[in-house]
């Protein structure tokens, strides 16, 4: 934490230490004397007034708050109350407080105040507009031009998104429209039914968007094929060592949906075929563009149906585009599998498709799936 300036009477440093040890009431009680009661809050420098307005939000002392903004000139008293109003998530009256700070230049913190409360109102795009005259400036930093890229590509504004980019020096294709590129493997966690998170394989495809490629069980919100905006600041800390780099797959916080790819799971339950069947298994399905994905592991078993041995399973999930009808899935499933030594079950899909259901079903029942 910063130490304070202050040029009046009174201990700063003893202050600063207060709120810093979590003392805020007892630091607050200090500042306002010094800076309220003994002395002319106008005259205050502004790393003053900053500091006390938080040590006052922090000790809940609301009405103090509003009593020194009551003292400030227009830009910093309006800059004081869209602070405490943020504090509390009152996101409307941080707005309005926030636009009246920046009319009278109340600089970059009442434009970041302005533009969150819009995104926390939903209002991406006009969290987006706030920031743009950054672009034109150099009072922004780094962080406020990749805020602008995720709240730019969130609304699809493609021109603000390559002019950030190109702020930042990134080397995204010139063009308009959309931005798809390939660019790396990322992964992007998401949230979970449970509530828990998952960890998604993807494409990146711009500064803050990717392309899921793992096929998602029935349930999810999201599938192989979406397109997500993801926050652009890595999870993890990059690797130092250059060999743990190159393998590395860095992590994004997932931000929203931003385009369905309308993909569909279907189930896949059986024996593990041989190491040439499951190469020409996984060979058809990539020709052809589905996305595939297992989810069982080593010491996952099935049982022979004939002799009770236990055999090495496999379980997954095969995602198909909206252009193709689950009947074409089924037959290309039944084909590249016929010949097998264990058959493999998809009993969802074949009830789907109304075909062979019954043959599914004894599968299922007979290796114990």
Excluded: C
Aim: charged share 25%; net charge negative.
């Amino acid at each position: 934490m910063a130490a304070v300036r202050h040029r009046s009477r009174g201990h700063p440093r003893h202050t600063t230490t207060l709120g810093f040890l979590g003392y805020a009431p007892v630091g607050a009680d200090i500042y306002w004397k010094t800076i309220v009661e003994d002395g002319d809050p106008a005259a205050a420098g502004d790393e003053d007034i900053s500091y006390l307005t938080g040590l006052l939000i922090e000790a809940r002392q609301d009405e103090r708050v509003e009593t020194l903004a009551g003292r400030l000139p227009e830009t910093r008293s309006h800059l004081a109350l869209a602070r405490l109003h943020r504090a509390r998530e009152r996101w409307e009256q941080t707005a309005a407080e926030a636009e009246q700070a920046v009319a009278h230049e109340g600089g970059l913190e009442a434009r970041r105040l302005w533009s969150g409360a819009a995104q926390q109102l939903g209002d991406n795009a006009k969290a987006a507009e706030i920031l743009k005259p950054l672009l034109e400036s150099e009072e922004g930093e780094e962080e406020d031009v990749w805020r602008l890229i995720v709240l730019s590509t969130a609304v699809e504004d493609w021109a603000t998104v390559r002019a950030a980019g190109a702020k930042l020096g990134m080397p995204i294709e010139p063009g308009e429209g959309p931005i798809e590129e390939e660019w790396h493997l990322v992964r992007v966690i998401l949230p979970a039914p449970d509530g828990s998170q998952r960890e998604v394989l993807a494409v990146r495809t711009g500064p803050a968007t990717a392309r899921l490629a793992i096929p998602q069980p029935r349930g999810m919100e999201y599938n192989a094929g979406d397109v997500v905006v993801i926050d652009p600041r890595p999870l993890e800390p990059i690797p130092e060592d250059e060999q743990e780099r190159e393998s590395f797959v860095i992590p994004f916080a997932g931000v929203t949906m931003l385009r369905p790819g309308g993909y569909t799971s279907w189930f896949f339950d059986g024996a593990a075929p041989s190491e040439d069947e499951w190469a020409e298994f996984n060979e058809v399905l990539a020709e052809r563009g589905w996305p595939m994905w297992v989810y069982s592991d080593e010491n996952y078993r099935v049982t022979h149906p004939a002799t009770g041995e236990q055999l090495p399973g496999v379980f997954g999930w095969i995602a198909i585009p909206p252009t193709v009808r689950p009947a074409e899935l089924d037959a290309v499933l039944d084909d590249v599998t016929e010949q097998w030594s264990h058959p493999l079950a998809w009993l969802d899909l074949a009830r789907e498709v109304g075909i062979e259901a019954e043959r599914h079903e004894r599968i299922s029942k007979e290796y114990g799936l």
